[in-house]
């Protein structure tokens, strides 16, 4: 036995071993329950609630459209196909070819149309000329009898004076046929000058006609090209020729045989795009010209684009697709042009008809209904408690309220009810 020890230090020893075991038990045990706890409250999604500018917005949706657009069509020219076609999608300026047509049919037809005005040309300018020397060899002839029907009256007047009545009846005859002989030329003149213009008249409306047709060829060859008649995007429709259902249908394609004067396609101005949205009737005396908006575009998430309300219509329309229903339609300017934009592109329009400054705004799914009355789960010291709050406006995903402090977090499921759960 040491010099020591005791009878009683040992059970002493004993117990207060046993107590540190205990406490160091107890300990680990409420650490392990406060850890559990705080990974169960953890577990629970939370939002911060915001203190900033609440916009109270009208949520609607639609596409993007462009007020101003030309249209593209062929020309008034038969058996039309394409030869080349510019890349669909691609912006062009005015002025830029977008399109041509085969031509060649059109130049040789032209070809021969020229060769047979060269030749009607020829034959009119013959014609013409033989009509002047006819004309000439009249007007000899004509001299001619007219020096001797002049003759043969000087002839009368001398053969009477010099033997008598005899010898002047003889000569009187010579007169009259000499007469006779004048009056036979100035019709036979008349009879070659109607003939004449008869046949020049002819051949002039022959060189025309080939004149004309040479100005359409020549019209029509300058038609096969096509120029953009304005900026923007070039857009062209679908060929439905020779399908059997829309969804056949394919878009123009170099070879593809098109009509005349028919709707090829657009070029809608991009600097004119505004957003054509549904506005539902309960919403239509919130919403006026002139009030501020933002447009969200499907294929844009991370966009808002800021905007402006330019019409609203006064009366419901009647809508194409099904089910068929009224409703009204408002559009949206937007403030400043944004490049990726393009016409029929589906999206969403936050309009702004009021605001409310410095207020507390907070997720919708935060709010909760106890007592028929709203509530909140904000979350304090690693606990939640329930507040009562007074929505003052409320959007689609986001309500304004008094009742939270700002940024305070609250959850976004209802607590109370899957405490009970467990």
Known sequence: MSAGWTPKAGPIRAWAVRLAILALVAGAGMGLYRIRSAQARAAYPNAPAKQAEFRVLVRCRGSVRARRSAGIYTPMVPNLRISWIAPPGSTVAAGDVILKFDSSTAEQQLMQQQAQLKSAQASLDQAVAQAQITAQQDESALADAKFTLETAGYTVQVQQLQYGDI??????????????????????????????????????????????????????????????????????????????????????????????????????????????????????????????????????????????????????????????NRSFRASAELVHPDPRLRPDMNGGLDVVVSRIPNAISIPSKAVFTRDGKPVVYIAERGRYRAAGVTIEARNPDEVAVTGVPAGASVALVDVAAEELKK
């Open 167 to 324: 010898a002047g009846k003889k000569a009187q005859q010579d007169l009259e046929v000499a007469q006779a002989k004048e009056k036979l030329q100035e019709a036979s003149i008349a009879l070659h000058e109607a003939s004449n213009a008869s046949h020049i008249a002819s051949l002039t409306r022959q060189r025309d006609k080939l004149q004309a047709d040479v100005d359409l060829s020549t019209s029509r060859i300058a038609q096969m090209v096509l120029k953009a008649p304005g900026d923007g995007l070039l857009l062209f429709n679908m060929n439905y020729a020779g399908v059997f259902t829309t969804a056949d249908a394919k878009p123009y394609k170099v070879g593809d045989n098109v009509g005349s004067n028919m709707a090829l396609g657009s070029i809608p101005d991009l600097n004119s795009l505004e957003m054509n949205v549904k506005l539902e009737e309960a919403d239509r005396g919130r919403v006026v010209a002139g009030q501020d908006a933002f447009i969200r575009i499907d294929a844009l998430p991370e966009a808002s684009i800021a905007a402006k309300v330019s019409q609203v219509t006064a009366l419901a329309e009647m809508t194409m697709e099904y089910p068929y």
